[in-house]
């Protein structure tokens, strides 16, 4: 490795690593404030415009779009041709591109931010040089994530980075290009004014495309509020666990109230028995279903208040039944629905994750006694329901529906505790999903009390060994996953 190209916004751990390029012999290039603290480190470091020979002008807004740099980033170490034009034109190799981009997240988070300000942190240099160095990563090395430090200088020192490690951070590198250009679409698309917030004295808008809200097409009824928007969100997200069942979930303040799914039943089966969890709680909230509503379906979900009903489709007598109610929202859920990535706002910023739908997990039994079939599948319908309930979560259910949830407790007894309190049906020979690990064997106990007979969880506690004792006593079956699915 010759040379490095570092341009970040996120200085933390920048110093270490360009110190460590420099013992590696790696030459360091540079613009602006990345320029300047390399400097104040005492670490040699050349002006990106001094190694091309042309300023940065138009105020900053161009700095490295030049032959000099992207050249040296792209073009083919393999290939003659390549090599003898990069001769030609005095383009020298940049082997390491360590690029952050402006803040545009944590600018458009603050109150005083002006859309002039919000273009003017729009980065165009830094996602070009990205993409060039992830589309060559064959040759060359691409980090946008101060994480990634340690591991690409550890590969530098010894000799290289590897192939391996190259594709990895290349296809991390387009991932972030990708949310920060989703980030920037969706604030140039904003502009639609709610009603309000979460409160009425709270002004919201929406920022992202009004005619497809959360992904969606309105079919019918009054315009979303804010908070239909974070229920139609939480639903998306939770009915897409169940690709190819016939399933129905029903949600109130983005908590699963009611979840069922039915091997052989028609969908107006599968949401009697999820709204069966609890009738109470379902009053004004939101239904979404995996299969088309038919009119049967529609005429068991027009006997109570809803504010939402999201489907992939209605059919023609579904859609005018449920139309006579003329402020239910009935939205029809895209095919290309996608849950990824995911989105908050804190004060002052932004966060970004990944969805947390379809993450690699293991099944450990951890007990003397392995579930049985029934208890299998009804562990999987706990699992895929409880990551999507808020943290601390427990959730009992059978083979085919969701029987009580405990949601948002600060301790995890407390959320075993108002699962089993709410709960309107049968609590024997359940299973229970918990989010987390159970911290001591207190709420296993009392999930076995009420006649629980399979646990599954993430496993990872310092007690887990108590725990397992605890279900070997009771005669419970238990899985680890070595997954925690917390919902804040």
């Not at 427990?394 to 959320?415: H, K, L, P, T």
Request: charged fraction near 25%; charge should be negative.
């Amino acid at each position: 490795m010759q040379r490095a190209l570092l341009s970040v916004s996120d200085k933390s751990g920048l110093i270490p690593f360009a110190a460590g390029l420099v013992e590696a012999g790696v030459e360091l290039l540079s613009t602006g404030g990345t320029a300047r603290a390399l400097r104040e480190a005492q670490l040699p470091v050349i002006d990106v415009a001094s190694y091309t020979g042309s300023p940065e002008i138009f105020a900053g807004r161009l700095k490295t779009l030049h032959p000099k740099v992207h050249g040296g980033i792209l073009y083919r170490r393999d290939n003659a041709d390549h090599l003898a034009e990069a001769a030609q034109h005095d383009i020298g190799p940049i082997d390491l591109v360590v690029v952050n981009l402006y803040p545009f997240a944590a600018t458009i988070a603050k109150p005083d931010c002006t859309f002039d300000l919000a273009i003017e942190n729009i980065d165009i240099g830094g996602p070009t040089m990205l993409r060039s160095a992830a589309k060559n990563h064959a040759s060359v090395t691409v980090v946008v994530d101060p994480s990634d430090y340690a591991e690409v200088l550890g590969e530098v020192s010894a000799g290289d980075t590897s192939e391996q490690t190259r594709r990895r951070l290349a296809t991390k590198a387009f991932d972030h290009t990708a949310a920060y250009d989703r980030m920037i679409a969706t604030y140039l698309g904003a502009g639609e004014e709610l009603r309000y917030g979460e409160n009425p004295h709270q002004q919201a808008r929406l920022l992202g495309d009004p005619e497809l809200p959360c992904g969606c097409e309105q079919l019918h009824g009054k315009a979303l509020s804010y908070n239909n928007l974070v229920d139609l969100d939480a639903a998306l997200c939770l009915i897409e666990e169940f690709k190819g069942e016939t399933a129905v979930a029903i949600l109130k303040h983005t908590n699963p109230c009611g979840v069922a799914r039915l091997a052989t039943g028609s969908a107006a089966d599968t949401f009697k028995a999820a709204l069966d969890c609890d009738p109470v709680s379902a009053f004004g909230g939101i239904v979404a279903c995996s299969v088309e509503i038919d009119l049967e379906a529609a005429e068991a979900m027009a006997e109570i208040f809803l504010e939402v009903i999201v489907a992939p489709s209605f059919s023609e007598a579904a859609q005018e039944r449920l139309m006579r109610k003329k402020n239910l929202r009935l939205m029809r859920l895209r095919s290309d629905f996608d849950t990824s990535p995911r989105m908050r706002s804190v004060q002052h910023g932004m966060l970004i994750q990944d969805s947390d739908i379809g993450a690699q997990e293991t099944r450990e039994v951890a007990t003397q006694r392995a579930p049985n079939a029934a208890e299998t599948r009804a562990l999987e319908l706990a699992w895929k329901v409880c990551k999507h309930v808020k943290s601390n979560a427990i959730v009992f259910a059978n083979a085919e529906q969701v029987v009580g949830v405990g949601a948002g407790q600060m301790s995890r007894i407390d959320a075993a505790e108002l699962a089993i309190k709410r709960c309107k049906l049968d609590l024997a020979n359940t299973v229970v999903g918990s989010d987390a690990f159970f911290p001591f064997r207190d709420g296993l106990d009392v999930c076995a009390a009420v006649g629980a007979k399979a646990v599954i969880q993430p496993g990872g506690s310092k007690r887990d060994a108590e725990v397992i004792d605890a279900a070997n006593e009771h005669g419970i079956a238990m899985v680890f996953t070595g997954t925690r699915h917390f919902r804040h």
